[in-house]
């Protein structure tokens, strides 16, 4: 299965996937495409350090300076996921992959890749989804609502935010004196195992279908 990742930041869910790839003969995915909506993420190295083809699409890539500048929030999210889903077909992609993705798809995108894109949250869903919940603000959500457990959750994306059927869920104990940062630095390895059991799972339940 040819898969795009999509990125943010620092790309470790990604680095999880290509060290899998490369170090599973068997392994049911090829990761033939990287996209990031910012040009600084260091994902993007680790990209070009594995040999995988590595792009760009922001705001101001695909609308330009002053278009971008001036567009709605939801103008941009259009653009770029139009954008992307053309990089996707020019590169026969069959699946897509946000791995620390801080943007939402839309449009044409959605329905063009239906049961085919899948998504990391780092909590347990339904819980902490939604538009807002991300990165730290999650961690920080689930330790003043007094949770005792939190983790992630790999899940199938669609048009909604954080409500596709979930695939993959890993779970930590939330201890008594956490920060955001001990919460998070415990269940960062439980992501990246979840990550490549969720695009697995996706591999074989596609195999199973073609």
Known sequence: MRIAVLVSGGGTNLQALIDYEKSHADCPYTIALVVSNTKNAYALERAKNAGVQAEIRSPFSVLG?????????????????????????????????????????????????????????PALLPKFGGVGMWGHNVHEAVLAAGETES?????LVDAGCDTGKILVQKKVPV???????SLYARIAPEEHKAMVEGVCMLAQKLNANS
């Open 65 to 121: 300076k002053e278009r971008a500048e001036n567009a709605s929030r939801d103008e941009k999210r259009i653009a770029i996921s139009d954008a992307i889903l053309d990089l996707c077909r020019k590169n026969n992609i069959e699946a897509i992959v946000l791995a620390g993705y801080l943007s939402v798809l839309g449009g044409a995108i959605i329905e063009a890749y239906s049961g085919r894109i899948i998504n990391l949250h």
């Open 151 to 155: 983790g992630c959750t790999v899940h």
């Open 175 to 181: 201890l008594p004196n956490d920060t955001p940062d």
